[in-house]
């Protein structure tokens, strides 16, 4: 075993897992992470979801006990979701008070459906943090155009954000934008700035979506590529003015995440998104098969520059390989909201399926 999760952690970034399931919790499996691989923190999605309910039979009985007591559909998925991650939370509750309220949190997303419609989101975004009852607990939000406002509000409310579905340095620059009017209003309204958020960016899925459109120089190295431009946007953003008079109420950072870090290409590093995104003050939430492949073999190299390293000249060569990257942002992340729409509308048919059955 390598000591590399260990070494990342030394270096100042967080490991998250990207994944939950009951067995996880049941058979202490979670703990053994948090205990031996330096896992900090936990993400979730209706993708993740509706593989641990699907293919397991461990929500049966609480499936049928939920039946009993008239819940059903959405309502019935979010009461196994909202039990999972608030046992998640309290694993994780030592170290969200050691790292005073830095560290430690997990996250629930809101529906999939409401990825384009603010006050829907907003409104569904207090009611599972109001029920979840952890401070400990994000709420995730689509960093769509249409719900910067529902991030803002949101905020504004005291409830923590984390900001999915990103994928360029300009939708980070605007979920940040987001954040910070957020924090500005409580400032302005006599709160306390302190509500906790971070913005999470997709990796892989920009080399997935060049794979056959580059030449095989190119292949594996735009996600880098985009993962530096953005810490260094990141980087920016926390050393702006604007954010220093928000730190100097007692705002904290919405920590930028790295997220979609597992390696897509079989012929590519399984810790490629890993070793090449190490940087302090960051999270690196991965999944399950990638976070034992860093214990197993891997290696940590230097932080990535504040700067965020030679990435201009990767993307440069991309846009010359005729590559549209503002184009592409755009599309990952429609696709990446019609993929989670997917998911969704196949996990609650899987309860539905279930639900016929067990009743």
Known sequence: MSDAPQALSRLGQSLWLDNITRDLLDQ?????YIDQLSVTGLTSNPTIFDRAISHSSSYDQEIRR??????????????LAIQDLTRAADLFAKIFERTASVD???????????AYDAPASLAQARRLHAEANRPNLFIKIPGTQQCLPAIEEAIFSGVPVNVTLLFSADQYIAAADAY??????????????????????????????VADKVPVELRNTLGLAVGGQVYRAYRACLDSDRFQRLQNNGARPQRLLFASTGTKDKAASDTLYVSGLAAPN??????????????????????????????????????KAGIDLAALSAQLQSDGAKGFVTSWNELLA?????SRVLA
């Open 28 to 32: 202490g499996t979670l703990k053994h």
């Open 66 to 79: 939920q039946l009993a007591l008239g819940a059903s559909g959405e309502d019935l998925f979010f009461k």
């Open 104 to 114: 430690g949190f997990v996250s629930l997303e809101v529906s999939p459906l409401l």
């Open 180 to 209: 910070q009017k957020g924090l500005e209003r409580r400032v302005a309204a006599g709160l306390s700035p302190d509500v906790r958020s971070v913005a999470s960016l997709f990796v892989s899925r920009w080399d997935s979506a």
């Open 282 to 319: 960051t999270i690196n939430t991965m999944p399950e098969a990638t976070l034992l492949a860093f214990a197993d073999h891997g290696r940590l190299p230097d932080a990535l520059a504040s700067d965020g390293g030679p990435f201009g000249s990767v993307l440069a060569a991309h846009a």
């Open 350 to 354: 899987a309860i539905e399926k279930k």
